[in-house]
């Protein structure tokens, strides 16, 4: 597919992207999403499992009823950083917003992800051009807290609209420090070449979801489905800005922590963890 025209100079960029072998080793996180019942029971005991699997990081869903001090400790005491946390976009409008920056300020999370959009943000393409502004200026806002807004994709936002692709829209219309947070399995669902995506809006993807996708296998981990994952993290690393790879096992055929457990295993297969 072709984008035919590049927001805030993003082209440049793609030029002045370091080489794979200047760059750290990405690490990885977990999306707590995938472990919520045993979060639910006892999130201070799955972050300490999370922790010893392996894991450098997670992002939040949700905190369990816990105050931000409180989960800044629980981190602290697990050698865990935020990478990121799930949260609807009315918690940053207006004068939810300071709330919402405080608490993620004493948590130490920089990225704040809205997971999905309610229909009267998305349901035209003057209704995404509408969402542009808002994270526009959201971005505004956040430079000053050294924070970054973003919008993590399901399938809806590479479903044409009015003959348009509405993520595009979206991240056309925004300046580079608003994140797309990538979930390469949904992109890969809703029939998108993840590596046509990364390539065609550079830096943008700063937190990515590392989810597989299989036409039979809702359960399938990553490198069980279609994507082409060697080829995928060279391409993130090498021009997408990737800061996270967060995982995500959504399907729910796992039990306990069995299914980031192996996703782990993998990534270190891959040599990504």
């Known amino acids: 597919m072709l984008v035919t025209r590049r927001a805030f100079g993003c082209a440049a960029v793609a030029a002045a992207v370091p080489s794979l072998a200047a760059r750290p080793r990405i690490p990885v996180a ?6 919520r019942k ?11 499992r999370i922790a010893k699997l392996g894991y450098k990081g997670v992002e939040f869903a949700g905190y369990y009823g816990h105050d931000a001090r409180t989960i800044r400790k ?9 990478a990121g946390t799930h949260t609807g ?25 809205v997971p999905g959009l309610p229909p009267v943000y998305r349901e035209t393409i003057k209704a995404w051009h509408g969402t542009a502004e808002i994270f526009t200026e959201l971005a505004v806002k956040l430079r000053a807290e050294q924070m970054r807004a973003g919008l993590h994709n399901h399938t809806v936002e590479f479903e044409r609209l009015e003959g348009k692709i509405p993520l595009y829209e979206f991240l056309n219309n925004t300046p580079v420090d608003v994140i797309a947070q990538l979930d390469i399995g949904h ?13 065609a809006y550079p830096k943008r993807f700063v937190t990515v979801h590392v989810k597989d996708y299989h036409p039979t296998n809702k359960a399938a981990l990553v490198g069980e489905g279609e994507v082409r994952w060697n080829e995928v993290f060279n391409e993130l690393e090498r021009r997408g800005g990737v800061e996270w790879y967060i995982i995500e096992e959504e399907s729910g055929a796992y039990p306990d922590l069995e299914g980031i457990a192996r996703s782990l295993e993998r990534m270190k297969k891959l040599g990504k963890a």
């Open 38 to 48: 045993a979060a639910e029971a006892d999130l201070a005991g799955t972050l300490a």
């Open 30 to 35: 977990v999306q707590l999403y995938s472990v």
């Open 74 to 82: 629980l981190l602290d005491d697990n050698g865990l950083k935020a």
């Open 89 to 113: 976009i009315e918690t940053l409008l207006e004068e939810n917003l300071p709330k919402t920056i405080e608490f993620n300020k004493i948590i130490g999370n920089r990225y704040l992800i």
């Open 187 to 199: 992109a890969r669902r809703a029939g998108m070449d993840p590596l046509t995506v990364i390539r």
